[in-house]
């Protein structure tokens, strides 16, 4: 057949999680918990599927789920969402953003994205018939280039993709950055699709800057996040994308051919589960133990440790234990070493190699333990 993403194989993660399963390698690769989540969020969907609520929901979603989504995201970010007009349950953040440019999008219509970037937005765009346009992040900080963006915006951009907490390179926007992003598309009428599954986890007492805080962006933002980062359950791809009534409209004439709506008993489930801030307010110092458990480890190895202020990644610099490229590093780090990580290069369009590779540290700590002992041979 002639495809239509000709340039597109099976995805990293898939790939890397076949390699570690095969060699019996620590999956530090792709990103999900090895954990389980709390028994009370179990407890909340299994009651909801004994209570019967198994049939279609309505096509957005659980009014009592958009209603809790709304009153975080106030609560948060101090901006209301209508969680009739405004708030859209999802099979995950990745439905969200494929949806969010399928509806937005139009053939020859550029769409920005900063390198390295979340594997799934460039075959995206492509399948909205938009063009991309790749803009690198800073080499070597990651942090947002302003000046690069600027150039790249045209008459023919229809929207820019950002990701803060950023997956893979763990770096976090600050406020000033966000204030400096809103003044540059004040003058247009570019569209944000802001990737923000990694909310939660934010580290050493930095705040998450959602484009929810900020009225210019949030004016033209989709807002998309994960409910399987959030509450450990990667697997149940829940997810859901805020954005002013007109996108919201435009966003759910996809929707509802797409998905049409999302798992019942889930969606039940997490509105019960989430009356209770704990599990989301104590999320930035779980993880920032572990963060530390697992840099305190690596620091004793010759990979050099890049920044992790937020997301439950690190990436690290392999150029003083290996030749090797990244790629090949991560094959062989899997099959030799028994560890499984994720070449950077996997996030940029042309491979461009850096000598980094990403671990993910959402698990327990013995399993990083011992990926640790395994490290230390390097
Ligand atoms: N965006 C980013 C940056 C991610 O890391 C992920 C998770 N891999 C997703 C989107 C997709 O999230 P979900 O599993 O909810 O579809
Ligand atoms: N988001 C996860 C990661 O970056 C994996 C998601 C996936 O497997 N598609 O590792």
Known sequence: ?????????????????ALAAEKGAVNLGQGFPDFDCDPRLVGAVTQAMTR?????????????????????????????????????????????IITAILAVVRPGDEVIVLEPCYDSYVPNIELAGGTVVRVPLTPGSFRPDFDRIAAAINGRTRALLINTPHNPSATVWTREEMLRLSQLLAPTEVLLISDEVYEHMVFDGQAHQSAARFPGLAARAFIVSSFGKTYHVTGWKVGFVAAPAPLSAEFRKVHQFNVFTVNTPVQHGLAQYMADPAPYRDLPAFYQRKRDLFREGLARTRLRLLPSEGSYFQCVDISGVSDLAEDAFCQWLTSEIGVAAIPLSAFYGDGFDQRVVRFCFAKKDETLRLALERLARL
């Open 1 to 17: 057949v002639q495809s239509k993403l000709p340039a597109v194989g099976t995805t990293i993660f898939t790939v890397m999680s």
């Open 52 to 96: 019967g609520l198994n049939q279609y929901p309505p096509m957005t979603g659980v009014p009592a789920l958009r209603e809790a989504v709304a009153a975080k995201v106030q609560a948060l970010h101090g901006h209301r969402y209508d969680a009739g007009s405004e708030i859209t349950i999802t099979a995950g953040a990745t439905q969200a």
